[in-house]
């Protein structure tokens, strides 16, 4: 009876797997895969002077395509500064591309760059602002820096939770 009832279940299971994948082939997630839900953290901007300021961030992530493609949402605010990034990023064989806008600043762009496992090696680049980013995705967090280019911030370092 036990042995008839695990294989049942067996044959259960890889139905079940045959009818969620294409012609039986086993689903591959991409490197967004990690990311998908809403996210909050804390980091810390670094002027140029040296000072730091604190950062308050929630993120929210929704992946498409097995992975490939990610929208995201990304609210940020400091005492100084309020930033309200939207935008996606597209995976095509570990080269990424996709498009940026923070309605703030009035700045939007392309983003460009390289995924390898859970880890973006990217570059912004805007109208009126341009930055180089990393960022690494575990299964509940997220690290994220960003160093600007020729504004008085030289870096944003953010850690996230999956909440």
């Known amino acids: 009876m ?25 689903a591959i997630a991409g490197p967004f895969s990690d990311m998908a839900g809403e996210w909050s953290g804390s980091g810390k901007l670094t002027y140029t002077n ?11 992530y929704t992946v498409r395509r097995n992975g490939d493609t990610v929208d995201l949402s990304i609210r940020c605010a400091s005492d100084s500064y309020k930033i309200d990034l939207s935008g ?6 570990g080269t990424i591309s996709g498009r940026w806008s923070e309605p703030n ?5 392309d983003l460009v760059g390289r ?3 859970s880890k973006v090696d990217a570059r912004a680049i805007g109208n009126t602002f341009s930055a180089r980013l ?8 997220q690290s994220v820096t960003i160093h600007p280019e020729t504004v ?10 999956k909440r």
């Open 115 to 117: 995924v390898s496992g």
């Open 134 to 141: 990393s960022m690494t995705t575990g299964e509940n967090n």
């Open 152 to 161: 008085d911030v030289t870096q944003i370092l953010v850690s996230f939770r």
């Open 88 to 93: 996606y990023m597209t995976n095509d064989n």
């Open 105 to 109: 600043y009035n700045a939007a762009g």
């Open 2 to 26: 036990i042995v008839r009832l695990a294989s049942g279940f067996a044959a259960l299971a890889l139905a079940v797997g045959f009818l969620l994948t294409p012609n039986g082939a086993a």
């Open 50 to 60: 040296g000072t730091n300021e604190r950062l308050r961030c929630r993120a929210n």
